[in-house]
Structure formats: structure tokens, C-alpha cells
């Protein structure tokens, strides 16, 4: 096996291993190396929907899906079908107008997977089974490298901060009624550490990206202009590491120091057919993992939303 680094700040591509038939040995410098890098290419990985599963699995349980007006779920609860072949149509594509599209256009914006759900995804693994000619990139940024070049001032003010994030915050930046009511319902807005370490190695990482809405405890105004601020400082472009994708990469990202977005390409004429998976984390990282309504919800999240969750009881009855 091979590692050769891709850039001064993460990611590396490993050479000369076959994911399907990899032994412990192997799968634990791989997993060294996951640690290390945060961003792992792996070229020419022809893997089946269930061998991709299979080896993903080593790293823990995988997450399922959410429903989605995309239907990204519809080949198994633990695999998203990323694609712009409609699924009712088959051969037919979809352009940037389908709704379908506008709601995977959220791909497109700086994030880590799965912020939005009380227990977070540690990694992800795209398996890209078409891509496009031209454009059709994933970029990735280090939050680990962005942590360690923030002044001391603001590193302090970050400290024991807790981020509300929500998907139905950050698609509301991109278009209305991407949800329905029914499905809204299942996604409260979650709390989590604006400040991480990996257990392994204990580098510290912020994490933020679309889904983090605002700081809790801080005026609301100005924890949004902290959060802007934040991700212009991650995703400065020599920050930027972009993967332009061959058939068959596997690509592998750690969730919780990396953000990530998809670069767009011409969607009405080339196919881009990719597969994902993702192993869960492994706890929320801030307690009680949901948030408690505050007027700023209104017009964004519905009433109703996550109320009854048993989380959002306390002792003196719901939480509002
Ligand atoms: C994802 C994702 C971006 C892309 O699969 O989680 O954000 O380039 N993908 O497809
Ligand atoms: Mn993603």
C-alpha cells in the first residue's frame, strides 16, 4: 500500500489495496491513515452497492438515510443514490430546474454530512459510478487547519460554544418547501460542540458548514456574522483541496474535521451517478442533543416540530 499526500493541509490517495478483499492489517494502516489525513482517494475501486457497505461497516454502523424529494434512499436505507438519472424515468436527465436537483444543489454548499442529526456522521465514502466530462468536482476543506490558524482571541471566544444546526435552516437558503410537512416534522434543529477533537489523535477541529444556523447564547445577528466569518477563513482557496473524479474512485472523508461541496456541472447533458454511504458517529457531541424553539425558528421552522421528541422533556415538563 502506497500513501502519497495530496496537499499541505489533508487528504491523500492510497494506492495499491482492493477494498473488497482487504485484510486487518491493511484495513488498520487505512484506518491510521483516515485519522491522519482526513480525506482518503481511493482510484479504481470497482465495488458492488454491498461490497462499498461491507467495507464501510469496518469503521462502525452506518447511518440510513433521510426521505428526501430525490428519493436518494430508494436502493437501500444505507446507501444514497446520487444521481441526476431520473428515478422514474430511467435514462432521462434532470437539469438544475427539477426540483429533485434543487434539492441536491444543497450539495453544493460548504458542509459536513448529517450535522443536522442528533448523532452526526463521522465519514462518508462516494463512489463515483459516472461523472461528467467537466465540472462535477468535490472539494474538501480542513476545519483542523482552519482551528489551528485562528487567532488565540477567537479561539477562545469558540470554546464550550454550542452551534444550532438545521437542515430546514439551510435548504431555506436555497428554495421553499424542499420538505413536506410530514417529513418536516421528523427534523428538529440539533445542538453541537462548535469545537471538536478527534479521539484518536486529539486535534482539535471547529465544525461548522450550511446546516449551522447560529450560536447559542450569543445575539443572534452577530452569531452569524462569527459563523460567515468562520467558513471565509476554512474555505480561503489555498485552503481548497478538489478532487476531479475517474470512474471508480472511492472517495472517503471524516466528517467531523472536513467540509465538503460538489461543484457543478451541465446536468441536462452528462450523467453523474455516485453512491454513498456513511458510518454514524458516535454520540451527539453536545447534551441534550436538540435545541429548544426561540423566535427565530419562525417562518423557518414549523410549530410542532420535534415537540414530544422524549430529549426535549425536562423535568419541569417540554421544553418550548
Ligand atoms: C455527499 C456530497 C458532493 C458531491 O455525497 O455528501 O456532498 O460532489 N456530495 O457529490
Ligand atoms: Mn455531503
Redesign the pocket.
Known amino acids: 500500500m502506497k500513501i502519497v499526500p495530496l496537499h499541505p493541509h489533508l487528504g491523500a490517495r492510497v494506492e495499491g489495496v482492493q477494498l473488497q478483499a482487504i485484510d486487518d492489517a491493511t484495513f488498520a494502516q487505512v484506518f491510521d491513515a483516515f485519522q491522519e489525513y482526513s480525506v482518503l482517494v481511493f482510484p479504481a475501486q470497482r465495488l458492488i452497492d454491498e461490497q462499498q457497505m461491507a467495507f464501510s461497516e469496518r469503521f462502525g454502523p452506518l447511518e440510513r438515510t433521510i426521505r428526501a424529494v430525490g428519493k436518494e434512499d430508494r436502493l437501500h436505507p444505507n446507501l444514497v443514490d446520487l444521481s441526476n438519472i431520473d428515478p422514474d424515468h430511467d435514462e432521462r436527465l434532470l437539469g438544475w430546474n427539477d426540483r429533485r436537483m434543487v434539492y441536491q444543489s444543497g450539495?453544493q454548499l460548504w458542509?459536513?454530512?448529517?450535522s443536522f442529526k442528533p448523532v452526526p456522521a463521522m465519514a462518508?465514502l462516494?463512489s463515483g459510478r459516472e461523472v461528467p466530462p467537466a465540472g462535477g468536482e468535490t472539494e474538501f476543506v480542513s476545519m483542523r487547519h482552519a482551528w489551528d490558524t485562528l487567532p488565540e482571541a477567537t479561539r477562545r471566544r469558540l470554546e464550550g460554544r454550542v452551534v444550532v444546526h438545521s437542515i430546514l435552516y439551510s435548504r431555506s437558503t436555497i428554495a421553499p418547501d424542499l420538505f413536506d410537512p410530514e417529513h418536516e416534522r421528523e427534523l428538529a434543529p440539533v445542538r453541537q460542540a462548535l469545537v471538536r477533537a478527534n479521539p484518536v489523535n486529539g486535534r482539535q477541529a471547529i465544525y461548522i458548514g450550511s446546516h449551522a444556523w447560529y450560536i447559542e447564547g450569543m445575539d443572534h445577528a452577530e452569531s452569524r456574522t462569527l459563523l460567515d466569518d468562520l467558513l471565509t477563513h476554512t474555505t480561503r482557496p489555498e485552503c481548497v483541496l478538489q478532487h476531479r473524479w475517474t470512474p471508480w474512485d472511492l472517495v472517503m472523508w471524516d466528517?467531523r474535521c472536513v467540509l465538503?461541496?460538489?461543484r457543478p456541472w451541465d446536468a441536462a447533458r452528462h450523467k453523474r451517478v455516485m453512491r454513498?454511504t456513511t458510518i454514524a458517529g458516535e454520540g451527539p457531541t453536545a447534551e441534550p442533543p436538540w435545541a429548544t424553539r426561540t423566535p427565530v425558528w419562525d417562518g423557518i421552522i414549523a410549530e410542532g416540530v420535534g415537540a414530544g421528541h422524549p430529549a426535549r422533556t425536562t423535568a419541569r415538563g417540554t421544553a418550548r
Do not use: A, M, P, Q
Request: glycine share 8%; proline share 0%; no cysteine.
Open positions: 450539495n458542509h459536513t454530512d448529517s462518508s462516494l466528517n465538503h461541496r460538489g454513498r
